[in-house]
């Protein structure tokens, strides 16, 4: 008997059978008289739960589809099977996961994210606060230095590790230049003002989390809060533009049209967008390549992890080569403090001049 049978009998606490199911990432889809629901093993902290279900039973009363939980019959949101096994019930939807070639979809998502976070406030809880940028870069480039030094002292044996070598310097040298941004903002004050306003990130804010529901041209529904946390916001609408532009080799209108959207349901205040440049600043990517290679196997190395290395050195390349055949910006007077104009007469919102320098700079400095 595999271990999504055993899971399936935990429907009975929920007084519920399972006309029929399906597997699906990670989890087993059930159909059940209450209709659409998604049974998944839980290794995570029941406390931490019941602060998510708060959150999302919060979005869900005000108009954000979330993959909430159902309680059992013993009022708790996790079930154990007979061999102890931890799992939870959430409401799940019909639909498909945000189409990143579909520039509708990708704007769509957007737009939800704004409206998540109007909504996403609750009182601060310490044990769930994320840990400063500063902090982490800082740590992240002390760990590409271990690396280089661990290469060089055994030998680049390998091509990744050959392409590593090569391209170090520049990578480690614009980490360097992020935390050295990063201090150049008022980023500890952002940071502060969140965590008073009780801001809270998704975290895992991406295509794969997001669904554009059958039979709904306008709706979505968000899910796998599970990494949640009291953070800036913006670092949520970082990691999904990261996620696509990376897809888009860095297409200066796509990350004009995204961040006007989200501009438009939540404005970003100059400080986040400051933030947003230091994120985007930092090769996060670069980090996370040679991270998984540290910690892996090093006497075998996926022949992807390679090519997405080379790919990462490709796409700096072009950015560096688009910057230089930009034009110089002209700043009008009236816009020296604005990045963002709004027309009153079309009710549009743009990029001032300055709003499309902070663009360029961000993204092919």
């Not at 976070?117 to 400063?132: A, G, Q, T, W």
């Not at 670069?286 to 090093?298: E, H, S």
Request: glycine share 4%.
């Amino acid at each position: 008997m595999s271990l999504y049978d055993y899971g399936l009998g935990t429907l009975a606490q929920y007084e519920l059978t399972a006309d029929r199911s399906a597997r699906t990432r990670g989890a087993l889809l059930c159909y059940t008289a209450q209709g659409l629901l998604i049974l998944r093993e839980f290794h995570g902290s029941e406390k931490k739960l019941e602060k998510q279900q708060e959150l999302l039973m919060k979005l869900q009363e005000n108009g954000i589809n979330t993959d909430y939980f159902l309680r059992n019959n013993q009022e708790s949101l996790v079930s154990k099977d007979k061999t102890e096994q931890r799992f939870t019930l959430q409401h799940w939807y019909e639909g498909k996961e945000c189409d990143t070639k579909s520039r509708e979809d990708i704007l769509k998502s957007v737009r939800t994210l704004a409206r998540l976070h109007i909504l996403m406030k609750m009182e601060p809880v310490e044990e769930y606060r994320e840990r400063s940028l500063r902090e982490e870069y800082l740590r992240h480039n002390q760990e590409l230095r271990k690396i280089r030094k661990f290469i060089r002292n055994k030998g680049a044996s390998n091509v990744f590790e050959k392409n590593y070598l090569a391209s170090v310097e520049q990578f480690l040298e614009r980490a360097q230049y992020a935390v050295k941004l990063l201090d150049e903002t008022d980023y500890d004050d952002l940071r502060e003002r969140a965590w008073r306003e009780g801001q809270v990130c998704h975290g895992e804010y991406n295509q794969h989390n997001i669904l554009m529901l059958k039979g709904d041209h306008f709706g979505t529904a968000v899910t796998n809060f599970g990494h949640w946390s009291f953070d800036i916001q913006i670092a949520d609408l970082y990691r999904f533009m990261r996620k696509i532009l990376e897809k888009y080799n860095w297409n200066l209108e796509l990350a004009g049209e995204m961040l006007r959207e989200y501009h438009k349901i939540r404005p970003i205040s100059a400080e986040e967008w400051k933030n947003l440049r230091v994120r985007f600043t930092y090769p996060e990517k670069y980090w996370k390549q040679l991270n998984f290679y540290y910690n892996a196997n090093k006497a075998w190395i996926p022949a992807r992890n390679t090519d997405k290395l080379r790919g990462l050195e490709e796409q700096q390349q072009a950015r560096n080569s688009f910057l230089k055949r930009l034009k110089a910006d002209y700043r009008h007077p009236e816009d020296d403090k604005k990045i963002v104009r709004v027309s009153a007469e079309k009710g549009r919102v743009g990029l001032t001049p300055l709003g499309e320098s902070f663009l360029r700079v961000c993204f092919y400095h």
